[in-house]
């Protein structure tokens, strides 16, 4: 079975800078998508940024030029740097893997869930 487990959450002053990591653990398809979403209370869940095993990347506007989605595929960790944090980036932050085996099975994965607190 797949497990993602999140870190490095915890509380900031907007302008400074944390570093979330999301390990994998299990039998992990090598061609995969992985990222981050967050979620605050009453809003929807929203895309962060994404990585694949190829290394494309994708970020939501919000989060262009101060935010870094990198990967480590030996360790099998997704890693995001925040940079320039601002209070509404203040959510619940979710590590997702995302991927479809050869036979066409789909398979997506979330961990826990780690909190991000930025205050002003």
């Known amino acids: 079975q797949v497990q993602l487990v999140e870190s490095g959450g915890g509380f900031v002053q907007a302008g400074g800078s944390l570093r979330l990591s999301c390990a994998a653990s299990?039998?992990?398809?090598?061609?995969?998508?992985m990222g981050w979403y967050r979620q605050a209370p009453g809003k929807q869940r929203e895309l962060v940024a994404y990585?694949?095993?190829?290394?494309?990347?994708n970020y939501a506007d919000s989060v262009k030029g101060r935010f870094t989605i990198s990967r480590d595929n030996a360790k099998k960790t997704v890693y995001l740097q925040m940079n320039s944090l601002k209070p509404e980036d203040t959510a619940v932050y979710y590590c997702?893997?995302?991927?479809?085996?050869?036979?066409?099975?789909?398979?997506?994965?979330w961990g826990q869930g780690t909190q991000v607190t930025v205050s002003s």
């Open positions: 299990g039998s992990i398809f090598s061609i995969n998508t």
């Open positions: 990585i694949t095993s190829g290394r494309n990347t």
């Open positions: 997702n893997l995302y991927t479809v085996s050869p036979g066409g099975i789909r398979y997506d994965y």
